[in-house]
């Protein structure tokens, strides 16, 4: 089935600690992004992506990496320098285009806990 | 900068009623607007628009868009228990990247 995956389902960390969330997608889609959700907020999006080796920053990006090495794949690193990483974290990706906005494949998601 | 604001920001009803969610939003060149459902996990799409005053429906839920006021309302009829979700609304940048500026959505909660 096609679709994508994020593991894991929850992660605990102790502080200080770096942690590397998974994406992974096999729908050949271009566009990957990574979002963080607060609760009572909206999504945030940290890092998106629309090449391979290509990413750019989105509105929270400080305290996080991600690479592009592979298209299905769009890992997001949280380091020790992102004050406040307990959070729900949400990958997606959607093909390029105009016609694609409606196609935005969302992952089931990786709870953060950072002790 | 893109913003998004919905409103209420949480709304409890009972089993039955309609509700109207709002959004309104302020961008530099706009594309479209989306709607997504939140339950447990990943947002699911639920509409997008991109002209006025055109009504999109899928059952029960249905929303439409208003480009001179800047604001988009998503009514539910005959509200059920299954409803219950967090309700996201969405602009895209104008530039074609797909990069979404999302509200902080409201939180539906209804009760038998």
């Known amino acids: 089935d096609g679709g994508i995956t994020q593991s894991p389902k929850y992660l605990f960390r102790k502080e200080g600690q770096n942690v590397t969330l998974s994406c992974e997608q096999n729908l050949n889609h271009d566009a990957m992004y990574w979002y963080r959700q607060d609760p009572g907020q909206g999504l945030r999006l940290i890092y998106y992506s629309q090449i391979v080796n290509d990413f750019q920053k989105g509105d929270i990006a400080e305290g996080y990496s991600v690479s592009r090495e592979k298209k299905e794949s769009f890992p997001l690193t949280v380091t020790s320098a992102q004050k406040n990483p307990t959070a729900f974290y949400l990958c997606?990706?959607?093909?390029?285009?105009?016609?694609?906005?409606?196609?935005?494949?969302f992952g089931p998601g990786t709870r953060l806990t950072v002790l | 900068e893109d913003k998004v604001v919905q409103s209420p920001l949480s709304l409890v009803v009972h089993e039955g009623d309609t509700v109207t969610l709002n959004c309104s939003y302020e961008v530099t060149n706009f594309r479209s607007l989306l709607w997504y459902k939140q339950e447990k996990k990943a947002p699911t799409f639920l509409f997008m628009l991109t002209s006025s005053g055109i009504e999109k429906k899928s059952g029960r839920l249905s929303s439409i868009l208003d480009k001179k006021e800047l604001f988009s309302i998503l009514n539910i009829t005959a509200t059920q228990t299954g409803d219950s979700a967090i309700y996201l609304c969405a602009v895209p940048e104008p530039f074609g990247n797909e990069k979404l500026t999302f509200g902080t959505g409201t939180r539906l909660t209804i009760i038998p």
């Open positions: 997606a990706s959607t093909p390029l285009g105009e016609s694609s906005l409606d196609t935005q494949y």
